[in-house]
């Protein structure tokens, strides 16, 4: 059974950093995509930060371009979403995905499996 865990949310001051961390377990397959998607209170669930299966893709949201960075390591089935220049507009309950076929990493529908997400807050 694939789980999928998030770690390292909180609050934070606008201009702050926060980093995010995911844990993928169950998978068979030696590659796999991950992604970090965003959901705030009244909007729609946004892809943030995504890599491909194999690591041929990468896509940022461009309203987070220049402030996050996402990395995997897939010996530990891992990606982490580092967040600095955080601002108000930031603050979401953000998930990770995974999948063992992603092609596109800005796609909720590319991705099997989902966490329960981690609140990230930024505010004064």
């Known amino acids: 059974q694939v789980q999928v865990v998030e770690s390292g949310g909180g609050s934070v001051q606008p201009g702050g950093s926060l980093r995010l961390s995911c844990a993928a377990s169950g998978y068979t397959n030696k590659r796999y995509g991950m992604a970090w998607f965003r959901q705030a209170p009244g909007k729609e669930r946004e892809a943030v930060a995504g890599?491909?299966?194999?690591?041929?893709?990468?896509y940022y949201a461009d309203a987070v371009k220049g402030r996050f960075t996402i990395s995997q390591d897939n010996s530990k089935l891992a990606v982490y979403l580092q967040m600095t220049g955080l601002k108000p507009d930031d603050t979401a309950i953000y998930y990770c995905a995974a999948g063992p076929y992603v092609a596109d990493p800005s796609l909720a529908s590319e991705y099997d499996n989902w966490g329960q997400g981690t609140q990230v807050t930024v505010s004064s």
């Open positions: 890599i491909s299966t194999g690591g041929g893709s990468t």
